[in-house]
């Protein structure tokens, strides 16, 4: 259950739409069997009243919308942001992709978003129905009379198992309590990876990358991959592909489009998300998020607006390449 | 029947104030190394994409060494400095996905550093060698 | 116990990198206890460094030391000599039989004018 | 597509030796592109050339690639070559066959096999190539030198000497910076003013020189050859253009017991002032702070006093902006603040005294008139300790001191400790060291002479402790080289205080974008073969804000800085180097990596109005590149994520096709 | 209608594995199913469907169509063309038996794709029916059956048995082949598992949906429906729902430099993507709007339009579960349908 309720964000919204603060709201719109939901833009309380939703599936960060949906519109927009979204957020900004002065952001609480692929590995298929209002989420299935209970806790979204903060580190308002930075384990399956022997490491990401079937749903869905036009629809920048013809094309986008958000991605954990294949790409950007760290010093991408990235910066005594894979032997 | 030796495709990107001068300067004292190591000119070690070295694994190169000024002494001061994290992260992250860590090196050579240009390349050249074909970043397309 | 981990151990206790000194004699120059020591400590950063142990840790200096850390705030380079004394000294009293006070020495040193906390912490400082 | 000439260069035997130039001819005939090819003995020959020129001809070629010596030798050469025979200069490649192939390989086979290869390489760049143009830029024919101490003055003497015209910004009342208060330079022992106030009087009275003293530069726009800068000349309340400089006004001015800055707060001024009898321009400046008239609006003497009716204390901040061709940085330095260092007790007594204290303590104009008194009772010291390196050579992480040497300490200690013993011989000296270092032209005679002749203490070791009693400082020190503590009682204790870079530096590098060290001083474009340019285009560096020196230094720095500043505005024009970084606007996502990355300022970011590819009209933030400032290094293009920047002369294409073509 | 008990199903496989490949539904380490080649012992996936339809091995993503080589200043056009091996696919779902339906009419009208004529010549469907439907179902929307799936072969699966019903000729050979390890048997227990399949169907969220708005000659009528601003209002412009979706078929055709040669392929394309159909004059379709409209008048409207009626989408439901923002034709249908 979500701190905040749907009615409370519903209120809010009207409110500011009805004394001119935004002309627009971008939020979620209800779908067909409650986890379906689809972001929208919202222009008045009629169709707010009618479509808002706020449950455990409002999983999609907002922030990437703020680019293309601030454009051409008169007054202000309204965007409710969870903490997560509020590193892309600040990120966005950094990279001036949206002007500020058309966003009023709201910061919400989150208590974790959950995973309907999780839901129907206890559920099973067949779900009419997901309630999310009390402390369990009951789930009607058309299979079962009686809705089945589940905990919050046994169906959170894998990225929200590992959140980084609660922390709310851009509003223009807050909604409930600000929470704080955690002390997350997400570098742990990092670190399992790496433990492993270098063959196991390419069998493991063989397994993983050859179902990618290149839908760039991870890239269009990321905040950081913003391009106006992207290096891999961009004919003449040698790498560009329709489909990953072999192993080498589907190693090569996610290496390069790691790469390309090093430095800038937020560890938003969108990209996971939405990949259908299930391809934990997540790790990728962790691995470098995890490097950065311990080479150049903690950062946090998107935690103030400004600041520069571990990869547009450099000290004159940073590790050599080579002394990367020795760090073990010098800590030890 | 002969068996024809393996001989591993190198790729050296030089920066063309320092490294490219030590090839040269390895030139003109005659000192020997591989054939198999092709040097391409670029301005400064920064100016090496990331795309490049994967775009030469592609292409069939066995492996694929960066060289640049020693830090501090880029001619624009800061390229290889940048070089360095660029690299350091990359070649990390072809680790982290199983990919050989010993086909990718950087190396800081002086215009002044022929002998180091050859021992460097024959040494690295030898490394690859040890390895054999790159099998894991190969795209069999461009294979004869 | 070998001299190179003798040395390796004394430094990794201190955390202290004598390497860095650039003997500008600082640390001596503000010691009070300077003159009751036979080794002073700009030596003993040396000595540690070039592994020249033993007359240390068989040397009073270590116990001449007061601790005050003068020499650790006043050095110019970080190096902190009194750490790696006292690494000296916790090298001495961690060998077997080598504490420098026992319950028995006490009564003889009371003074009126000695804090108890004095004696607790003389107490802790040499013995194992 | 491209009509490429192939000319495989024998060079005698250089290459011929080792590579079958006729099989790499015949081989790179079928490539893409090449209509022709051939070979030559000495292709860099007259003949040679002529070759080129009359086939660029007869085939109609576009681009050339020559297989020959390192392009690091002839590169020039063959676009002379290509220009001559009407083709843009860089439409042409070198494959180096000579240092890096045949002067490397032994076997014929071997040698003619990666030969053909590298030229393949070439003849697929040559197919991407696209002609460049340098860009053109007009040089504003006036330089500005910010800073008006002995770097600033001799830097813009030098230039207004060959005829262009100069402005000196300058923060304070008067030129002639540190230099001005100093007593005697080592090791000659000459004087400081009297060899510094002739340059003052000559930069003031040179036509070429403009001084704005009393200002500073507020914001700086443009680049090379093109600079805009906008100067804020501080109120000084009184008409610099009247001002006859006669000092009644100070002699009246009732308010007298504000602290001399110029005798670093030793004995006071007024609130009307002249810093010092030579000042250029010596003129007097109302002190706002401590004015009475202005802070109270009641009093007025000064202006009553005024003979040449100069006061005028409606004046306000005046901002003027003006064009250069060149900026030269001569901001110099300060010594570090005592404060950190409480052992010393500088804050605790005024007999412990800072170096460039002793020499105001020591200068005819100075609070004692020479005299070397002790700041606290004016009695005459009979033991002075000298202390090195006090916020020198310090840890990195250190928060008290500077991690480098300030370079100059040594000598003027010395010098200090040989003049106190020549004109005191009653008095003992102590010098407290930890090296002593005198790399100069007869600077370790003059430390000998400190020693042998003049009987100056060294002591090979620091000063742990100062401390007042009564009217002695006792001194604790170690004597490293005895192996004892010393306790001396001083009556007079001098830190050789590090010197850092002004505080000023460090938002004017922001305006010039100028790149800055660790320690805010200002970094050379090269350490060795360009230490007087920054890394902008157009910016130079003169005197101690790059790096402590003594004044010989300076001066020949500063002369350096002049020489290369001349040598820009001579030109009418500046062509630039054609292979520089270029944003695609329609790509650009004006994210600003590029712009963090680039060393030189040369990107700057515009919003511009286009039409979508969804018919709509976007008014988008984009990169733009300028051509006179970019060096082409090209760590823009890794840094931008959409490969929307490129580099000319060395584009994404051209490397993954010589990429391309060595690994087929 | 033959059938086998469960107990004996791998040595069917077996038999059918001896002289063709074949293909079936198998759980990833991922608890997810992938089609994948049997090999001995490889068990059947008891999922309801696999994430990627299996129009794949007939229609891979990316396929080599001729090569070009080179020498000198002259060119030489290689077919790279091998015999497609005969091969079964095993476990194939009503709704996506019905999209070969979709396929064929795109494929197999002239110009021939022979290409893909090929695999469909060699290839050998078995359906296999649906017990247990997901709420993103709603192949009955498009007139299919769930519980009846055509193909070659149709089976049934029930708790112990495995039905099989041979549907072509191609389907008749390949009971023949398995003639000894079946029986003869009555179709009673497929008739009642049908029944109760049926009753499910209609307890299904979606199963009100309907294509009464739809269907040829309807653009006039939806192209400048305001709806569709809202509608493609929050898409991304991946191309998710478009490959794994059965019935797209979308491609364009590519020319790769290996240094040696040229390799000249095909690769699936998505409409949804902003180069989709890029020429020299720029894209056909500018906006998402433009692009996310074109895809589903395709399905609904131009399609049924060219081919009798024939609604280009099998409500098999892969998008509705894929979409990135969950936005998905069931969606659009009722928006545009009046809800």
Excluded at chain 2, 98 to 126: H, L, N, P
Excluded at chain 4, 29 to 57: H, R, W
Excluded at chain 4, 67 to 81: A, G, L, N
Excluded at chain 5, 122 to 132: D, E, N
Aim: proline letters at 5%; a negative charge.
């Amino acid at each position: 259950m979500q701190k905040i309720t749907k009615e409370q964000l519903t209120e809010k919204a009207v409110s500011l739409l009805r004394d001119g603060t935004v002309t627009h709201v971008l939020g979620w719109s209800a779908g067909e069997f409650d986890y379906d939901i689809t972001p929208a833009v919202f222009s008045d309380e009629a169709s707010l009243r009618k479509s808002f939703v706020w449950n455990d599936f409002c999983g999609a960060n907002f922030s990437k919308y703020l680019v293309s949906k601030t454009r051409g519109i008169e007054g202000k927009l309204l965007v409710f942001l969870k903490p997560c979204d509020t590193y892309s957020f600040n990120q966005l900004l950094t990279e001036h992709r949206f002007d500020r002065e058309k966003v009023y952001a709201i910061g919400i609480p989150c208590e974790g978003m959950a995973d309907i692929d999780k839901v129907k590995a206890i559920c099973g298929d067949g779900i009419s129905s997901v309630n999310c209002d009390g402390e369990k989420l009951l789930v009607q299935s058309i299979y079962e009379d009686a809705p089945i209970s589940v905990s919050p806790s046994d169906v959170l979204a894998e990225r929200c198992v590992n959140c980084k903060s609660k922390k709310h580190v851009a509003y223009d308002e807050l909604m409930g309590e600000d929470g704080d930075v955690l002390d997350s384990a997400r570098f742990d399956e990092v670190s399992r990876i790496e433990a492993m022997s270098p063959d196991e490491r390419f069998l493991f990401w063989q397994n993983e990358l050859s179902r990618c079937i290149r839908c760039n749903a991870c890239r269009d869905a990321c905040p950081a991959c913003t391009c106006e036009v992207c290096v891999f629809n961009n004919p003449r920048s040698g790498v560009e592909n329709k489909s990953p013809a072999n192993n080498f094309e589907e190693q090569m986008f996610h290496i390069i489009r790691a790469f390309h958000v090093a430095g800038r991605c937020t560890d938003c954990g969108e990209c996971s998300r939405v990949c259908p294949q299930n391809i934990p790409l997540h790790l990728l950007n962790r691995k470098f998020i995890k490097e950065m760290n311990e080479c150049y010093g903690e950062y946090q991408a998107g935690e103030t607006v400004g600041s520069k990235s571990p990869l547009t910066d450099y000290t004159l005594e940073d590790l050599e390449p080579g002394e990367v894979f020795d760090r073990g032997d010098i800590n030890a | 029947m002969q068996v024809k030796e393996y001989k591993p495709l190198i790729v050296a990107f030089c920066c063309n104030w320092c490294s490219y001068a030590g090839a040269d300067l390895a030139g003109n004292n005659r000192l020997n190394y591989p054939a198999e190591v092709k040097i391409i000119r670029v301005p400064c070690s920064c100016r090496v994409n990331p795309m490049f070295i994967l775009r030469a694994f592609q292409r069939g190169a066995d492996g694929v060494i960066l060289c640049g000024c020693h830090p501090g002494d880029c001619h624009y001061t800061s390229g290889n400095y940048f070089t360095r994290r660029r690299m350091a992260m990359l070649f990390s992250m072809l680790d982290f996905l199983g990919i050989e860590r010993e086909r990718t090196r950087v190396e800081w050579v002086s215009a002044a550093e022929g002998a180091k240009f050859a021992a460097t390349m024959t040494e690295f050249a030898e490394q690859v060698a040890a390895l054999g074909e790159n099998k894991r970043l190969e795209d069999l397309r461009c294979k004869k | 116990m070998n001299k190179k981990y003798l040395r390796d151990d004394i430094i990794r206790m201190s955390g202290v990198n004598p390497k860095k000194c650039m003997r500008c004699g600082k640390c001596s120059g503000t010691c009070p206890a300077y003159d009751e020591m036979e080794y002073h400590p700009h030596q003993f950063v040396s000595m540690v460094e070039n592994g020249d142990i033993e007359p240390l840790l068989s040397s009073d200096s270590l116990y001449r030391c007061l601790t005050c850390f003068a020499c650790a705030e006043r050095c110019p380079r970080g190096v902190e000599p009194a750490k790696l004394i006292e690494a000296v000294r916790l090298t001495a009293i961690r060998r077997q039989g080598a504490n420098r006070l026992t319950p028995s020495d006490i009564p003889a040193m009371l003074d009126e004018d000695i804090p108890q906390q004095a004696l607790v912490s003389a107490f802790r400082k040499y013995t194992k | 597509m491209q009509r490429i000439g192939v000319f495989v260069c024998w060079c005698g035997s250089n290459i011929a030796g080792t590579v079958d130039v006729a099989a790499v001819a015949d081989a790179l005939k079928n490539e893409p592109g090449v209509v022709f090819s051939t070979d030559y003995q000495y292709m860099c020959s007259q003949a040679g050339q002529d070759l080129i020129v009359s086939s660029v001809k007869e085939y109609s070629l576009t681009g050339l690639v020559i297989c020959s010596c390192s392009p690091r030798m002839h590169e020039v050469t063959f676009r002379k070559t290509a220009a001559a025979a009407g083709l843009n200069p860089y439409m042409v490649e070198i494959a180096n066959i000579r240092e890096q192939c045949s002067w490397v390989h032994k076997e014929m086979p071997i040698g003619t096999e990666k030969a053909i290869i590298l030229g393949k390489a070439a003849v697929a760049k040559v197919n991407l190539n696209a002609p460049l143009t340098p860009g053109e830029s007009p040089v504003t024919k006036r330089a500005l030198v910010i800073g008006g101490g002995i770097a600033g003055i001799q830097t813009a003497l030098d230039i207004a000497d060959a005829g262009f015209p100069v402005d000196i910004v300058e923060k304070k009342p008067t030129i002639g910076g540190k230099m001005a208060q100093l007593d005697k330079t080592f090791p000659t022992l000459d004087c400081a003013a009297c060899i510094l106030t002739p340059k003052m009087v000559d930069v003031a009275q040179h036509e070429n020189v403009r001084i704005f003293s009393y200002s500073e530069v507020t914001d700086v726009k443009g680049f090379i050859g093109n600079f805009d800068v906008t100067i804020k000349k501080n109120a000084r309340y009184v008409n610099e253009d009247i001002c006859t400089g006669c000092g009644d006004c100070v002699t009246k001015c009732p308010q007298k017991k504000v602290p001399n800055e110029f005798n670093l707060g030793m004995d006071n001024r007024s609130a009307i002032y002249i810093p010092f009898a030579q000042a250029v321009p010596k003129v007097a400046t109302i002190d706002p702070a401590h004015c009475t008239m202005l802070k109270t609006g009641k009093c007025g003497v000064c202006s009553k006093v005024c003979k040449a009716k100069a006061i005028d204390y409606t004046q306000k901040d005046e901002y003027i902006t003006e064009k250069y061709g060149a900026i030269v940085v001569a901001t110099g330095f300060d010594p570090i603040s005592m404060d950190k260092f409480d052992e010393f007790a500088y804050s605790q007594s005024p007999d412990v005294i800072t170096s460039l204290e002793f020499e105001r303590l020591t200068n005819a104009a100075g609070p004692t008139a020479g005299k070397l008194l002790r700041p606290s009772d004016g009695e005459h010291p009979q033991k002075i300790v000298f202390v090195q390196c006090v916020g020198s050579r310090c840890d990195s992480c250190s928060e008290k001191g500077k991690e480098y040497c300030s370079k100059i300490c040594c000598m003027y200690t010395a010098k200090h400790a040989m003049l106190t013993r020549d004109k005191y011989p009653d008095t003992e000296v102590y010098v407290f060291y930890i090296d002593v270092r005198t790399p100069g032209k007869n600077f370790d005679e003059f430390y000998r002479r400190a020693v042998e002749e003049y009987g100056v203490h060294y002591i090979k070791g620091m000063v742990g402790k100062v401390t007042p009693e009564g009217k002695k400082l006792m001194v604790r020190a170690s004597d490293l080289l005895d192996g004892k503590q010393l306790n001396i009682d001083a009556d007079l204790v001098v830190l050789a205080a590090a010197i850092e870079p002004d505080k000023s530096a460090r938002s004017l590098a922001t305006m010039l974008t100028a790149s800055m060290d660790t320690n805010d001083f200002f970094t050379e474009a090269h350490p060795k073969l360009r230490p007087v340019e920054s890394p902008t285009a157009g910016v130079f560096l003169s005197g101690t804000c790059q790096g402590p020196k003594d004044i010989p230094e300076t001066v020949s720095q500063a002369g350096a800085a002049a020489a290369k500043v001349i040598g820009l505005l001579a030109k009418d024009k500046l062509k630039g180097n054609p292979c520089v970084a270029s944003s695609d606007e329609l790509m650009c996502n004006g994210c600003s990596s590029c712009e963090k990355v680039c060393p030189y300022g040369a990107i700057t970011y515009e919003d511009k109005e286009f039409r979508m590819p969804d018919r709509t009209t976007r008014i988008r933030r984009v990169a733009s590149v300028n051509p006179a400032v970019c060096q082409g290094c090209g760590c823009c293009t890794v840094a931008c994520p959409s490969g929307a920047m490129d580099l000319r002369g060395f584009m994404n294409e051209q490397i993954m096709a010589e990429v391309d073509a060595i690994c087929k | 209608m033959r059938k086998c008990s469960l107990n004996s199903l791998q040595s069917v496989f077996g038999k059918i594995a001896s002289s063709a490949l074949l293909y079936l539904p198998v759980d990833s380490a991922d608890g997810r199913a992938v089609f994948s080649k049997w090999d001995d012992g490889t068990p059947l996936s008891n999922a309801l469907n696999t994430v990627r339809s299996p129009k794949d091995f007939f229609f891979p993503q990316t396929e080599d169509l001729m090569r070009f080589k080179t020498e000198g200043k002259s060119i030489e056009v290689i077919d790279v063309r091998e015999e497609t091996e005969d091969f079964v696919v095993f476990g194939v779902r009503a709704c996506d038996v019905k999209s070969f339906d979709i396929l064929d009419r795109v494929f197999l009208a002239e110009p021939r794709d022979s290409y893909y004529a090929s695999r469909r010549d060699h290839g050998v469907i078995v359906s296999l029916a649906c017990t247990r439907p997901s709420e993103t179902c709603f192949c009955s929307t498009f007139g299919i059956d769930a519980a009846s799936p055509a193909g070659d072969v149709s089976c049934w699966k029930t708790e112990s048995e495995m039905f099989w019903q041979a549907n072509t000729e191609k389907g008749e050979a390949l009971i023949k082949k398995i003639e000894e390890l079946t029986e003869e048997c009555s179709d009673e227990a497929v008739k009642e598992q049908q029944e109760k399949t049926a009753r499910i169907m209609k307890k299904l969220p979606l199963a009100g949906l309907n294509t009464d708005a739809f269907g040829g000659g309807k653009t006039e009528e939806l192209f400048d429906r305001p709806e569709w601003t809202e509608l493609s209002e929050a898409c991304l412009g991946c191309g998710t729902c478009t490959f794994v979706c059965p019935t797209c078929q979308c491609y364009d055709i590519k020319d790769f430099n290996t240094g040696n040669g040229v390799i000249r392929y095909r690769c699936w394309d998505s409409c949804m993507y902003s180069e989709f159909t890029k020429m020299a004059h720029g894209n056909n379709r500018l906006s998402q709007k433009e692009r996310f409209r074109q895809r589903f008048m395709h399905k609904l409207v131009y399609y049924p339009e060219n081919n009798d009626g024939l609604f280009s989408c099998v409500g098999c439901g892969r998008c509705l579960s894929k979409c990135p923002i969950s936005m998905n034709i069931a969606k659009v249908m009722k928006k545009l349908g009046g809800e």
